[in-house]
């Protein structure tokens, strides 16, 4: 039963881990991209409420339910599958850690914007340009992930 539960989380929050990515990684450029200020200020701080409630939570959970599980099942660290896991994950948060720093920028530059009654300020578009170049590899990374924890392939066997 605790193997069953275990597991139960870990695929619930990866599910909200990604989903949260995928969910910002919609919302914030498509508004972004709309140029209404008002609504990149509401957007952009949402989606920093949810990156701290859902990703930063679940990006602590996952390692641990994942290591747990490994655990469980006597599996060893250096199995193909499991260490090119372990590979992607830590490349996907060492993405995320700056691009919640960006997303805070976004926040605060679009709040300033929106007081003003400014457009977007070329700071913010540098922010976001990397908050995209960072997006991208952690989302594929994220997908690779996925496939690792379903098909647990050899990897050069």
Do not use: N
Not at 28 to 56: C, E, G, I, N, Q
Not at 67 to 80: D, I, K, Q
């Amino acid at each position: 039963m605790e193997y069953l539960l275990l597991k139960y989380v870990h695929v619930i929050s990866s599910t909200l881990l990604f989903g949260t990515g995928v969910g910002s990684a919609f919302y914030l450029p498509a508004t972004t991209l709309s140029r209404d200020v008002r609504a990149v200020a509401v957007v952009s701080r949402m989606v920093v409420r949810a990156d701290w409630l859902f990703t930063a939570t679940t990006a602590v959970l996952q390692p641990i339910t994942g290591l747990w599980l490994v655990h469980r099942m006597g599996m060893p660290l250096s199995t193909a599958w499991l260490a090119a896991s372990l590979v992607c994950y830590a490349l996907a948060i060492a993405c995320w850690l700056p691009v919640v720093w960006l997303q805070m920028r976004l926040r605060d530059l679009a709040a300033q914007a929106a007081r003003e009654g400014t457009p977007l300020a070329s700071r913010y578009w540098f922010f976001f340009k990397w908050w995209v170049a960072l997006g991208v590899p952690a989302f594929f990374l994220f997908l690779a992930l996925f496939w690792l924890m379903i098909a647990k392939p050899a990897l050069g066997a």
